[in-house]
């Protein structure tokens, strides 16, 4: 191996590669009844709350008058009220900002 001499002194060390060992066995460790029992008990209150909350969640309640028309078949399209946007849409105008941006 050539080594370049130099007479710069510097605090630099180079330390030679690690040695490559072969592929690493993939041990994989079957999680204890304990953490299996944590995780089970986890998934459940989980999957109760979202229950809970499905169920519980406040939703309009038809009456019977509002049930005939759909079985009737004379149910109306009735347009859903969308909210009005704080500001108009802005307007772009491209031309103008090309202009702006390079001058002729």
Do not use: C, Q
Request: proline share 10%; hydrophobic share 40%; glycine share 6%.
């Amino acid at each position: 191996m050539s080594r370049i001499v130099s007479n710069v002194v510097s605090n630099v060390y180079y330390l030679p590669p690690p040695a490559v060992a072969g592929p690493e066995p993939d041990v994989r460790r079957r999680p204890s009844l304990g953490g299996r029992a944590r995780h089970l008990w986890f998934r459940l209150r989980l999957t109760l709350s979202e229950l809970k909350s499905a169920l519980l969640r406040p939703r309009r309640r038809y009456g019977m008058d509002d049930y005939g028309a759909f079985f009737d078949g004379d149910a109306e399209m009735m347009s859903r009220v969308r909210p009005r946007l704080a500001r108009p849409g802005t307007v772009l105008d491209f031309e103008a900002a090309r202009r702006r941006l390079r001058p002729v």
